[in-house]
């Protein structure tokens, strides 16, 4: 019997080197799922309870990997499923491969049931590379040009296959006009910015007394390079979310995130730079870096699409981060005077101490902030660190200390709800032998933590390390968009859209094989973070937490201050509580020395 496309496609994810495949099945990949039955030993299909896990789980998998990922769905319903965990790995400039079945190409054009045009529905989100396998002797050039562009381009790519050529007999190209021959294999290329330039770069950078630096993701796997540079200007170190593992917290002039969730060490660094060097990062958000023309400033960058875009650059340095530090680092002149340095290091200092003594502040029933405080200090070494997006991303951004050989995920650019435990599935399957910890509100867990929560119980036995621990903010708020309506627009809670149904996450947990815990007085936490961690399985943590903890910025702008009186003004309901809380978050500002 001789092999088919779908067969031969299999195959040829195994020779990249792809060991998985995240999906659901369905007709329109029939061909597909019947092909699987002779790659089992060598090629896993990893069923998720819905496709947009499927895609969040291979997002995640090329984050923490740095490597391509594959997700598959049927055509129809299921390729549209996948659509926002594939707009999370474009926009955080992640490698992922959809591959999607489709009506049969006699069908095409006739309305046919589950017919979608699906070249138009993937045009943007993988508009580098999305084709149809018409043929047979087409199907080789389309998974190898798919991957290798998701590959160069750190992207997602697409192929949709047909479900007849699915079954048809594999064809090798024959000898002749029209036909593609390609193979397997790419390696990056070293990207080097010319020797000009990088002096140009170091001018800027030597000719600075106070220089602060913001890396990103892109600087993965510059950590040692960053922290020379660092030592040599004397500089301190912020970092975007998604570059949070980039470089350990533990170093004294690392100031943390950036932005509105955000610390007061990085904002008042910005604020009072003179040079900025911006490594592997496109944070988008101008306001929080230094006003243009106050600092003089440098970008390093793989992609020369995304240099100069965020602040008016004196040099542009298109390269990979690691080797371009490398080639500046001997043209940089080492500041003898310090004082910009141990400023930083003072702020820093005090930011840790203010971060301690909000999370031991009261709130009804608990303090969100006490969650993470306890946690930070527990985290094992190699832990991987998995958020969602919402106010529980404020807390994880700001209190956990990242440590070297720990890894995080979040969704940077795209912000999406719901990716924290799809994401702890596809880092446990990357890395079966470290433990994942996940951080959720109640809301996106409602929205689809639930379903993911089942896969993650049904694969936890084939782990090495089976520790995946899910934390739930559980206060029956969107909290985040609660916040935003009264900060942002001025307006008080609106209960018809911001109010959630409760549900026992806990009792939820153990439902389903898992073990549960529910916390709802302060000296119970760190009792609950041990016992999660004393557990060798899938855990989670059900914490009954004040909605009236403000997500305090690192400082607070007069429009927002402004939009939030209005909401008070206006009838807000926990007007009262959020006047305390607030107060007692930025008193800790001031007394705190």
């Known amino acids: 019997?001789?092999?088919?496309?779908?067969?031969?496609?299999?195959?040829?994810?195994?020779?990249?080197?792809?060991?998985?495949?995240?999906?659901?099945?369905?007709?329109?990949?029939?061909g597909l799922m019947g092909a699987w039955h002779e790659h089992e030993d060598e090629l896993e299909f990893i069923q998720c309870r819905h496709e947009e896990i499927a895609a969040f789980a291979s997002s995640a998998e090329a984050k923490v990997t740095g490597d391509v990922s594959v997700c598959m769905a049927t055509s129809g319903p299921?390729?549209?499923?996948?659509?926002?965990?594939?707009?999370?790995?474009?926009?955080?400039?992640?490698?992922?491969?959809?591959?999607?079945?489709?009506?049969?190409?006699?069908a095409l054009g006739g309305s046919y049931q589950q017919e979608v045009d699906l070249t138009t529905l993937f045009k943007d989100v993988a508009h580098e590379y999305v084709h149809v396998c018409m043929a047979p002797q087409q199907a080789r050039q389309l998974i190898d040009r798919a991957i290798r562009i998701a590959k160069a381009e750190r992207t997602v790519t697409c192929v949709i296959v047909p479900n007849d050529i699915q079954e048809s007999p594999w064809e090798e190209p024959s000898r002749e006009h029209g036909m593609m021959f390609s193979s397997v294999g790419y390696s990056a290329p070293r990207v080097l910015p010319?020797?000009?330039?990088?002096?140009?770069?170091?001018?800027?950078?030597?000719?600075?007394?106070?220089?602060?630096?913001?890396?990103?993701?892109?600087?993965?796997?510059?950590?040692?390079?960053?922290?020379?540079?660092?030592?040599?200007?004397?500089?301190?170190i912020a970092k975007a979310l998604n570059g949070r593992y980039v470089v350990p917290d533990d170093l004294p002039y690392v100031t943390g995130s950036i932005g509105l969730l955000g610390t007061k060490p990085t904002d008042h660094m910005m604020e009072n730079c003179d040079t900025l060097l911006m490594v592997g990062s496109s944070f988008p958000?101008?306001?929080?870096?230094?006003?243009?023309?106050?600092?003089?400033?440098?970008?390093?960058?793989?992609?020369?699409?995304?240099?100069?875009?965020?602040?008016?650059?004196?040099?542009?340095?298109?390269?990979?981060?690691?080797?371009?530090?490398?080639?500046?680092?001997?043209?940089?002149?080492?500041?003898?005077?310090?004082?910009?340095?141990?400023?930083?290091?003072?702020?820093?200092?005090?930011?840790?101490?203010?971060?301690?003594?909000?999370?031991?502040?009261?709130?009804?029933?608990?303090?969100?902030?006490?969650?993470?405080?306890?946690?930070?200090?527990?985290l094992p070494d190699n832990a991987i660190l998995t958020s969602?997006?919402?106010?529980?991303?404020?807390?994880?951004?700001?209190?956990?200390?990242?440590?070297?050989?720990?890894?995080?995920?979040?969704?940077?650019?795209?912000?999406?709800?719901?990716?924290?435990v799809p994401y702890a599935l596809g880092a446990k399957f990357a890395f079966p032998d470290r433990p994942v910890i996940a951080c959720i509100g109640d809301g996106a867990f409602q929205m689809l933590g639930i379903n993911a929560m089942i896969d993650l119980q049904r694969y936890t036995e084939r782990w090495q390390n089976k520790q995946t621990i899910v934390l739930v903010l559980h206060n029956d708020d969107l909290n985040q968009v609660t916040w935003e309506q009264r900060v942002m627009s001025g307006d008080p809670k609106l209960e018809v859209s911001q109010v959630l149904p409760d549900f026992p996450y806990a009792r939820y947990a153990e439902l389903i094989g898992a073990k549960g815990i529910r916390v709802d007085e302060p000296g119970q936490v760190a009792q609950a973070w041990d016992e999660a961690f004393?557990?060798?399985?899938?855990?989670?943590?059900?914490?009954?937490?004040?909605?009236?903890?403000?997500?305090?910025?690192?400082?607070?702008?007069?429009?927002?201050?402004?939009?939030?009186?209005?909401?008070l003004m206006k009838g807000e309901p926990a007007g009262p509580e959020i006047v305390k809380e607030s107060f007692k978050g930025k008193l800790q500002e001031f007394i705190t020395r």
């Open 1 to 30: 019997m001789s092999q088919t496309v779908a067969s031969f496609i299999l195959s040829r994810l195994t020779e990249w080197g792809v060991k998985r495949v995240f999906g659901y099945p369905g007709d329109g990949i029939n």
């Open 534 to 567: 004393a557990h060798d399985g899938l855990t989670l943590i059900e914490a009954i937490t004040d909605p009236e903890v403000p997500p305090l910025p690192p400082h607070i702008r007069f429009e927002q201050a402004t939009g939030l009186a209005k909401a």
């Open 78 to 106: 299921g390729a549209i499923h996948l659509l926002n965990g594939l707009y999370d790995a474009k926009l955080d400039h992640q490698p992922v491969v959809a591959i999607v079945g489709q009506q049969a190409r006699t």
């Open 285 to 378: 958000y101008s306001e929080w870096l230094p006003k243009p023309g106050q600092a003089r400033a440098v970008q390093i960058d793989v992609d020369g699409k995304m240099i100069g875009i965020r602040y008016p650059m004196e040099v542009n340095l298109v390269g990979d981060s690691s080797e371009t530090l490398k080639a500046l680092l001997p043209l940089l002149e080492r500041k003898e005077d310090r004082s910009w340095r141990e400023d930083i290091e003072g702020e820093v200092d005090r930011w840790w101490r203010i971060l301690g003594e909000r999370a031991q502040q009261s709130a009804n029933p608990l303090n969100p902030q006490l969650l993470f405080h306890e946690l930070s200090s527990r």
């Open 388 to 420: 969602d997006s919402g106010s529980a991303t404020n807390w994880w951004a700001r209190h956990l200390k990242m440590r070297r050989g720990m890894t995080s995920a979040l969704s940077g650019t795209l912000a999406s709800m719901c990716p924290a």
């Open 194 to 236: 010319h020797d000009e330039d990088l002096r140009r770069a170091a001018d800027v950078l030597n000719a600075g007394s106070k220089v602060a630096m913001l890396v990103g993701q892109g600087a993965r796997d510059a950590t040692d390079d960053v922290i020379q540079v660092a030592e040599v200007l004397g500089a301190g």
